[in-house]
Nanobody, 128 residues
Framework: QVQLVESGGGLVQPGGSLRLSCAAS????????IGWFRQAPGKEREGVSC????????TFADSVKGRFTISRDNAKNTVYLEMNSLKPEDAAIYYC?????????????????????WGQGTQVTVSS
């Protein structure tokens, strides 16, 4: 089964940028669609973005559309979440997860129940 490790989180000022990475081992990433989720203290985990097995299938939560992009490099077995124009409300622990069944992202956004494999998360803090 696939193991996922997130990296790239940190402290950034409002308006700044970060690129998160989700590196896979144990299996090839092109067998999965990959979702990014985030969870802020006291809130439920929410879907942020998804990329299908074909990189042409992507979805974004309304709150991040136009600011975040998602990409995959199957040769490096890695998915990236590029986050720009960060806001304090983007602060959370960000998780990547893998769904082994679907090929395309759901048009309704990534749902935690559909993803079998999860990374440990990386903290993103947005503060001046």
């Amino acid at each position: 089964q696939v193991q996922l490790v997130e990296s790239g989180g940190g402290l950034v000022q409002p308006g700044g940028s970060l690129r998160l990475s989700c590196a896979a081992s144990g299996d090839t990433l092109d067998r999965y669609i990959i979702g990014w989720f985030r969870q802020a203290p006291g809130k439920e985990r929410e879907g942020v973005s998804c990329i299908g097995r074909s990189a042409g299938s992507t979805t974004f939560a309304d709150s991040v559309k136009g600011r975040f992009t998602i990409s995959r490099d199957n040769a490096k077995n890695t998915v990236y979440l590029e986050m720009n124009s960060l806001k304090p409300e983007d602060a959370a622990i960000y998780y990547c997860a893998a769904d082994p069944r679907a090929y395309y992202c759901s048009p309704y956004g990534p749902k935690t129940a559909h993803y079998d494999y999860w990374g440990q998360g990386t903290q993103v803090t947005v503060s001046s």
